[in-house]
């Protein structure tokens, strides 16, 4: 299974203390060595770096991992191939432009039966079920908006394409523009929220505790979602089945209601 | 002034020697410290590497002069900023999707008074008038085809475009699908291609020398495209004014007839 890691905050935010314990588990702690990548918003630009080697092997890895790169948000993945070869056009995070941003999307999970048409504007490049389900997503919207709508009609309509694309199978994803995140969890999916009084905090995949008190100003905050809890003495909350949740400024702005069972 | 740097080769192959040279003109032997991209395709994967740094500074910059990756298609930039600001969003090389194949984009000169209206397909993210040129371009070339034409349909209604948009100032560019590399020349561009019996050359802004026969093998043949000649001892051809060429597999395939006066 493919494991994801987002970040979404307030301020600008390096990643190193949560990615040093997720990119272990790209061939070291867990069984993940087909490719992995992130990607870095920095204003309205992004910074994807890719790479189809183990996040354990890679030199890119390897630089996110000294190069302090700060950013509202990220979204990170280490891939487990189910679907589509090894290769760097398979490799999330996929990125398209849509109402003039960027857009970067990631999937943890396997859809069963899912092919979707050839789009009027997005096209996938690769061939997994999760560039086409990220094609679709951006599709069906942008025939609907040609500007970018209020966040909760937004928020409202992913959730009703989130559940179709759902049903065929796990589709556990994240997704953003550089301003807010999207989270939806099918399957396996936990969120936390650090902010004052910050305290200090243990890798479960590596001995590294961080004092973030230290390395935070009063004001911050910082939302980090990811599979499975990246610490081991933090409360992580988990995303309920079908749950989709909107992150802005390290903030959970939108929670969806219990998806039916 | 910007400086372009692109490889067509028929065998992935590093670019390790000509981005030696090119990346110390990103702020020690010339003045463009304002930011720097290179992207590199692999197969149908692009891995797009971008630094709102100067490229003699860049963490970026070491990780690829460090790590050789191989690619049929390369296509690197260092900006000297004259419209937009220093920012990851205005930095070279820009990547769209079209046809269902990644597009890489990278402009050297400066368009006056071009304001392309807001497209269909693309939108700029940015505010350079490079990446409006762009969108421009595929805007234009999705309005026409859904999907790719034949190359000969494509090459003239690119030429055609090209001399539109350079109407409004210098317009030297390289435009690249991982398959085929299309490079304009406004006012400097020089290419060169290389092939058995290869020979050794050296660098103009380095002393290092390289003896390509003990790094290729007799079938290779690889088409360096640069803004100014990277090497002080092999024939690199200027473009004439208004040029467009087609390369693949290291051959230049198509070169459009000299524009008119």
Redesign the interface.
Known sequence: MCQLLGMNCNTPTDILFSFEGFHRRGGLTDHHADGWGIAFF?????????D?RSSVES??AH?VR??PIKSQNVIAHIRKATQGRI?????HPF???M????WIFAHNGDLKDFAAP?GH??????DTDSEAAFCLLLERLRQRWSEQPPLDELFAFIETLAREIAAHGTFNFMLSNGDILFAHGSTQLHYIVRQAPFTKAHLVDDDVTVDFASVTTPDDRVAVIATQPLTDDEAWTPFEAGQLMLFRDGTPLVKSAKAPD
Request: aromatic content about 14%; hydrophobic content about 35%; overall charge positive.
């Open positions: 920095e204003g309205r630009g992004c910074r994807l770096l890719l189809d030199p890119v630089l000294h190069y290769s760097l056009a398979n490799t990125m398209r432009e109402w003039g941003k960027y050839a504007f997005y096209r996938p490049v690769g």
